[in-house]
């Protein structure tokens, strides 16, 4: 026994050192090593729980870290991630039981804070939010993550981009269950709305791009029209569930603007499916695009509508685009605008989010 102890502490030790390092997978199979030696053991299960969420599968994370909170009802680090785990399965009043129970053990973490402050955003409860935030920030957390939260809650002004890693981690955590989520839950089609009008034209382009790809809802679609597809996101686990489609010949991990600049080839086809929500301003993007576009090239794309600003950061944290802001951008970057089309690009709560479909062409 105290050899099977002493191999299942050594097994848990490499399990965090690969974990604190970013090798989930490594740390996932220590952690599993070590429960197998020394079954029950509430510091073992949590951080297994903790890595299979980091990895996407909630499911499995939660019964683990449930097995961890029997035995250690007021562990403040695993209440917080058996809370995130509810969040991410749509529990959120549970969630934020778990977030208020971590608090009291221990209110210094502004990553619980944080945690709390996105649940009572779901709930609606948007002052009471805007003051977990502010205890998160008075409290040592990201000043620039935190902004970006309040301004989407208090309409202030908003900041022109998201935190890159804001987005990372958010779809990182999304990837198990987007497609489904998406598709059926949200009843999202945007893929299909664009290129069914691209696939009316009979025509075949040399080389689409796929911006902010995510799990590839594009891909196959594209891959009937071009003869060449290339992916680019910022989520390591969107472009894995991309990358098993089998529809790209390059999928790259990165910002989309990071990737524009630095690309050296053309793309006569861009599609950009539900994507520039996470991106706000787009005079930056749309710059690159007309650097790395061939005349006659088309670029089409979904945006939330904004009404009046022509940018607007909403307590989604989703941002908004108006028409008139989509015209100039085309007028001052050389593209002309084909079509435009109102319409819902998903539903929320059950209720349709207006949206604009647009196709243009590069002069």
């Known amino acids: 026994m105290a050899v099977d102890f002493e191999q299942a502490r050594a097994f848990f030790l490499q399990g965090v050192a690969a974990y604190e390092a970013g090798r989930l997978p490594e740390a996932e199979r220590q952690f599993a090593a070590a429960l197998a030696l020394a079954p029950g053991r509430p510091s073992v299960l ?88 502010r205890e998160a920030l008075a409290r040592g957390g990201d000043a620039k993550l935190l902004a970006y939260y309040l301004a989407g809650l208090e309409a202030g002004a908003a900041p022109p981009h998201p935190p890159s890693h804001y987005v990372e981690a958010l779809f990182d955590g999304y990837a198990a269950q987007f497609d489904e989520h998406l598709v059926r839950t949200l009843r999202y089609d945007a893929p299909r709305v664009l290129t069914e009008r691209l696939a009316a034209t009979g025509r075949r382009w040399r080389h689409a791009l796929d911006l902010g790809c995510g799990t590839g809802l594009c891909g196959p679609l594209l891959r009937a029209m071009a003869d060449r597809v290339s992916g680019v996101d910022l989520s390591s686990n969107m472009l894995e569930k991309a990358r098993a489609l089998g529809a790209y010949d390059t999928l790259v991990q990165g910002d989309i603007a990071g990737f524009l600049a630095q690309a050296t080839e053309t793309f006569d086809l861009v599609v950009a499916a539900d994507v520039f929500i996470y991106v706000g301003a787009l005079d930056e ?79």
């Not at 029997?70 to 977030?99: K, S, V």
């Not at 695009?289 to 600003?309: H, I, K, N, Y």
């Open 285 to 363: 993007v749309f710059r690159l695009l007309a650097q790395r576009m061939p005349a006659g090239g088309d670029f089409c794309f979904t945006v939330e509508e904004a009404q009046g600003t022509e940018l607007e950061l909403r307590a989604s944290l989703r941002y908004a685009h108006s028409e008139a802001g989509i015209r100039r951008l085309a007028r001052e970057h050389g593209f002309a605008v084909s079509a435009l089309e109102q319409r819902a690009v998903r539903e929320d709560q059950r209720e349709p989010i207006a949206g604009l479909f647009v196709w243009m062409e590069k002069g």
């Open 46 to 133: 949590s951080n297994l729980g903790a890595v299979r969420l980091k990895l996407g599968r909630t499911q499995e994370a939660l019964p683990l870290l449930r097995q961890a909170l029997a035995q250690e009802p007021g562990n403040a680090e695993t209440l917080g991630h058996c809370g995130t785990a509810l969040a991410e399965l749509g529990q959120t009043a549970q969630a934020l039981a778990c977030f208020d129970r971590a608090l009291a053990a221990d209110a210094r973490s502004p990553a619980v804070w944080i945690l709390r402050g996105n649940a009572l955003k779901e709930l609606g409860r948007a002052p009471e939010a805007a003051h977990s935030f």
